[in-house]
């Protein structure tokens, strides 16, 4: 996740589970991500679940939940994030719609890279 040759750790990968140090602003970028996702008109409300595999709800509570996140660790350096599989895989698919699905105009400042 983050530049500069710096990478993200993971920390266990087990079946359903997989956990992940992130920095505060690691968590930050993602959540302004999902939130560009969830908030692109480039995507309709019936395709979203199609290219996504989720409601775009679910996009905002996931977002919701990293905040949750780095609000708790504010005071860490760095926060141990435990996500399901499915969680996984909504957050790949979202950083694959922004890679490769939806333009977002000045994408690096609004993501705050």
């Not at 930050?28 to 999902?34: D, G, S």
């Not at 939806?102 to 609004?110: A, C, G, P």
Request: net charge negative; aromatic share 8%; charged share 30%.
């Amino acid at each position: 996740m983050k530049q500069g040759g710096q990478k993200v750790n993971f920390i266990k990968f087990a079946e359903n589970i997989c956990e992940i140090k992130f920095t505060n602003q690691d968590l930050k970028i993602l959540m302004n991500a999902l939130n560009e996702v969830y908030e692109t008109q480039a995507i309709s409300n019936w395709e979203f679940p199609i290219r996504l595999n989720v409601e775009r709800e679910k996009v905002r509570e996931f977002s919701n939940l990293l905040l949750q996140l780095e609000m708790a660790g504010k005071e860490k350096e760095e926060v141990d994030v435990k996500f399901s599989s499915d969680d996984v895989r909504l957050l790949n698919n979202a950083l694959n719609e922004i890679c490769h699905g939806i333009r977002v105009l000045d994408f690096e400042s609004k993501i705050g890279s």
